[in-house]
Structure formats: structure tokens, C-alpha cells
């Protein structure tokens, strides 16, 4: 079931999903809304219990499916689920206004798109090409979804999710009800995010080792394999960059972007293999 919620909701996602309603930034919102105006507004206010206002709504829907126990009904919501939290429409139409401006020699306007990108996911690096903008975006909205799944289905993609929301730009009407719902202290938001990407940022980077130039990727991988304070996103992209090589004039390129897409769908599809073989040898449920 696990493998076939991921197959049908990756084949949806790029055929059929063309709505806001399928993204998790929406229920995210509704959610911290919900918070302002009810009891909960405490615990999401308190350091600690930001924590478990965190992990609330994964908990309840994993409680609710282990209480009906129906295998179908599992399937629908883990694919639904899955759908939302890999759910990244917002980014794929400024991607395809980066192509289009790229295809008519508009160097401005694919800059600023690209800087639309990065502000709204809220990337940490400024120097990052923009191919190495899109390894991350593609690592937190498919790759760091699909280990939570696997780990701990339902639970690990919403919570995932809302925390991934928590550290994106919001628009200038919501930063309030952020504020007062948090309490003005997002460190717990700063700190599970941190740690929710640690573990999953290396095996994606071993994924790249893989499917890349091995030697290179490897080396830059081991250097940070122990290392647990350095940026998750400098280690998937240093990681990336390392497993796929361009030359100088290529960076910032249609060439950069084509090619670190293309590697991370080698690394998805590697890893979807991967997970295949896990579950017809029985060690995938």
C-alpha cells in the first residue's frame, strides 16, 4: 500500500493537480487560524509546547486510520495526503516563466523569477546558481515527503509539511497570526525542521552519488556525513553540484537548471526502485 499511495500520488501530482486546494500552504493557514481563536493558541504560544502543537494534526489522523483500520481508506488518505505535501503548483508556474524567459533571451525577468523562488521558499542561500535552487526545492517538496512517508506514513507527511510551511515566506496579512500564534519564538519550528531534514538530506546525497559522478559526490557527502550543524540545505546542494559538474559559463543557464532537474529525477526514480525492491522482499510493509 505504501508504494502504491506514493506511485499514484507522484503519476496525479504531475498529470492531474492544477489547484491551490491541492497545496498544503492553504490547510497550513487554516490551521494557524484555527490555533488564534481557540485554546490551542497556549500550547502553540509555549516553547515546549510548540512541539506537540506540531505534531497535533498528524496524531489525529494517524489515531483516527488506526481506529477505523480499513486498508482502503489508508490508501485514499496517505494518497490524498501525499498529493497536498508534494502539492508545489506555486513553484511549477514560476519554473515554467523561468523557461519561457530563458527561451526569449529575457535574462531580467528569469533573475527575478528565480529570485521569487528563493524568497518564497525561504532559501538561506544567496549564492546558491539556479540549478541549485531547484535541487533544494525539489529535495524539500518530493524527496524529504517521500522518507517521512516511509517512516512514519501520515504523521511524518503532515507534520513534515506544516513545518516546512512554518519556515516559507508568508504574505504580509498571515505574518501577524504567525507571530501571535508562535508567540513571536519559531525556534521550535527552526529546530524539528533542522532535524527532520538532517537524516533524509545525506541518503538523498548518497542517492546523487549514485546516479552521478561518484567519486566527487561521495567525497563532498563524508564531509558532512557527521556534521550536525551544518546548513541542510548547503549539504544537499554542495552534494548535488559535486554529482553533477558544470563548467563555469554554464551556471545560471538553461544548461544548470536542465541538468540538476534531470538529477534529481534520477535520484526520485533510483529511490523509488529502491523502495520497490524493499517491499517485495517483505521489508517495506
Known amino acids: 500500500m505504501t508504494l502504491i499511495s506514493m506511485l499514484l500520488a507522484l503519476i496525479i501530482e504531475r498529470l492531474a493537480v492544477r489547484s491551490n486546494k491541492w497545496q498544503a500552504s492553504g490547510y497550513c493557514r487554516a ?41 482502503l481508506l489508508s490508501l485514499v488518505v496517505n494518497t490524498l495526503l501525499l498529493l497536498v505535501a508534494i502539492g508545489c503548483w506555486h513553484y511549477r508556474q514560476l519554473y515554467k516563466q523561468y523557461l519561457n524567459a530563458m527561451d526569449r533571451g529575457d535574462e531580467e525577468a528569469a533573475f527575478i523569477t528565480m529570485q521569487q523562488i528563493r524568497t518564497d521558499m525561504g532559501s538561506t542561500r544567496e549564492q546558491s546558481s539556479y540549478g541549485q535552487l ?42 501577524a497570526n504567525y507571530a501571535a500564534c508562535l508567540g513571536g519564538d519559531n525556534k521550535a ?8 531534514n538532517w537524516f533524509p538530506a545525506r541518503l538523498f546525497g548518497l542517492g546523487f552519488a549514485l546516479v552521478g559522478h561518484f567519486s566527487r559526490a561521495s567525497t563532498a557527502l563524508l564531509g558532512y556525513f557527521l556534521d550536525f550543524t551544518a546548513s541542510n540545505e548547503q549539504v544537499v546542494v554542495d552534494v548535488a553540484t559535486a554529482a553533477e559538474p558544470l563548467p563555469a559559463e554554464s551556471i545560471n543557464t538553461l544548461d544548470d537548471t536542465s541538468y540538476m532537474v534531470q538529477l534529481a529525477k534520477r535520484n526520485m526514480l533510483f529511490f523509488l526502485a529502491f523502495t520497490a525492491i524493499l517491499t517485495l522482499t517483505g521489508w517495506l510493509g
Not at 484555527?34 to 494517524?62: E, R
Not at 503532515?158 to 504580509?172: D, G, K, M
Not at 519550528?189 to 527532520?196: E, G, L, S
Open 134 to 175: 531547484l535541487i533544494w526545492l525539489n529535495f524539500r517538496y518530493y524527496a524529504a515527503v517521500v522518507f517521512w512517508f516511509l517512516l512514519l506514513g501520515a504523521f511524518g507527511v503532515i507534520t513534515y509539511a506544516l513545518v516546512r510551511h512554518l519556515q516559507e515566506a508568508v504574505a504580509e496579512e498571515d505574518a
Open 189 to 196: 519550528v527552526h529546530y524539528v525542521a533542522h532535524w527532520a
Open 31 to 71: 490551521y494557524v487560524r484555527f490555533t488564534a481563536g481557540s485554546a490551542l493558541s497556549k500550547l502553540s504560544a509555549h516553547s515546549l509546547g510548540q512541539y506537540l502543537w506540531l505534531a497535533l494534526p498528524g496524531a489525529l489522523v494517524m489515531l483516527v486510520l488506526c481506529l477505523v483500520d480499513s486498508h
